[in-house]
């Protein structure tokens, strides 16, 4: 089941940051008095109760604004409320109900979403009550008092928050179909690749980066098999405002990857891997999803005998942490090696979900043991008593050892790798969590 998306938004200054970071248990958002210093939109994952979510801080929407960087930040809160499940809406008590906290709310009603009304910086309930109840006006339910700062009435707030998540994703459980989500910057060919494979233009594709605006799903059937493509959309290219994109990007990414099985990030031939590539492969080995890298536009490349070892070498030294993402170089334009898409996902969505009896792991446990002697300590070794896989999706394994300190990250590393020569999982990470024992 996808976690739950839940946005932050509201006016600039409202104290977005401060609750995004109470929440989210760090100091990830810039916080300062100037209106708009949230320049990045950010997410984190938070766990309430018996929930697990995903939190997204906005920046300020500013409903009228003709500033660039206030329009834009409108913009991008607009697609955190398109992409959110749940939307919490601050506003300040100090500051009171202002015209456009209505302007907002207007917005918000309008999105049909469920919302819960946050009033922050109401650091003493009995002073500031009786201005919260002035927030009754906006007409969206009960307002919540709380202080970011002083983390009061979070537990509340958040109570109200995941009332809206029940049943979330029960459709998606029984949707058996295997959900690709094509991520990767803007007008790198993500929609061309799915029309392509279509064969019909189903998604707008023109050269201004951003004309797909929301996340579009569209199904494919191929050999009897029906495939979910989620296609993260691009975003507008705004005079200047290079770090916008990214920031967008970034939200539409992560709930598609919440949401898929495999996710296939999208880089452009032309440009190379980039940084912001990096980033956008991170979110989807951080949530142990299935990974496919497709290189496009490699029609355009002016190649020799060594121009896909060169591609390869770089690619694979900038995603190290991801040895296991099958790479594919393709042109959408052509349709050249795009069928090869299909069998690369039917693998890694079957090494996705693979288990492999105790038994067997523990052979390949112990001849690897046998190899290379586990580390020691101060006289102490490491002592691996064994192992067995817990859960696929991704396929994760706990290691019973003597002391967790002595289980070195490389170690584990080693071991993983002995895992891979004799299973391949190839396309899929692996998990692997250290459980400490003690000797009998």
């Known amino acids: 089941m996808s976690k739950p998306v839940v946005a932050i938004v509201g006016r600039p200054n409202v ?15 810039i916080v300062q008095d100037t209106p708009g210093v949230t320049r990045d939109r950010i997410y984190a994952d938070v766990s309430w109760l018996k929930y697990n979510f995903t939190i997204v801080d906005t920046g300020g929407i500013e409903p009228e604004s003709k500033d660039i960087i206030l329009k834009s930040m409108r913009e991008q809160a607009e697609i955190a409320i398109s992409t959110a499940d749940v939307i919490m809406f601050l506003t300040d008590v100090r500051q009171g109900l202002v015209d456009a906290d209505g302007k907002v709310a207007d917005m918000l009603r309008r999105s049909g ?7 922050n910086k109401v650091d003493s309930f009995e002073k500031f009550m009786p201005d919260v109840y002035e927030f009754y006006n906006l007409g969206l339910g009960d307002p919540m008092p709380v202080s970011a700062a002083s983390q009061l009435g979070i537990g509340d707030m958040l109570d109200e928050v995941v009332k809206y998540f029940k049943g979330n994703g029960e459709n998606e459980d029984e949707d058996e179909r295997p959900r690709i989500a094509i991520i990767g910057k803007p007008n790198v060919g993500k929609s061309s690749i799915i029309n392509k494979l279509i064969g019909e233009e189903r998604v707008i594709v023109s ?36 770090e916008e994109i990214e920031r967008y990007s970034i939200i539409r990414t992560v709930s598609a990857v919440e949401r898929c099985n495999v996710a296939v990030l999208v880089i452009d031939a032309e440009e190379g891997i980039t940084e912001q590539d990096t980033k956008i492969a991170g979110i989807a080995h951080e949530r142990g999803k299935g990974m496919i890298i497709v290189v496009n536009k490699w029609d355009a490349i002016e190649k020799d005998d060594k121009t896909i070892y060169k591609f390869t070498e770089e690619i694979r030294q900038k995603l190290s942490y991801m040895p296991y993402a099958e790479l594919l170089f393709v042109s959408a334009k052509t349709g050249q090696r795009l069928n090869k898409l299909f069998e690369i996902i039917d693998m890694v969505i079957e090494n996705h979900s693979l288990r492999i009896s105790t038994g067997v792991v523990n052979e390949i446990v112990t001849e690897a043991v046998a190899l290379n002697q586990p580390p020691s300590d101060k006289g102490k070794r490491l002592r691996i008593y064994y192992v067995t896989q817990v859960s696929v999706k991704p396929p994760t394994f706990v290691i019973f050892v003597n002391d967790k300190e002595l289980m070195h990250f490389s170690y584990t590393r080693y071991l993983e790798n002995k895992i891979r020569e004799a299973f391949g999982f190839r396309g899929t990470p692996l998990k692997f969590i250290v459980r400490e024992r003690k000797e009998k």
Request: proline letters at 2%; a positive charge; charged letters at 30%.
């Open 15 to 29: 104290g977005k940051s401060t609750l995004f970071n109470a929440l989210a248990g760090d100091r990830i958002s």
């Open 113 to 119: 979403k469920p919302v819960v009304l946050v009033v």
């Open 207 to 242: 050269d201004i980066a951003g004309t797909t605006r929301d996340a579009i799903d569209t199904s494919i059937k191929r050999n009897g098999t029906e495939y979910v493509f989620i296609d993260t959309a691009g975003l507008r290219r705004k005079n200047k405002i290079k």
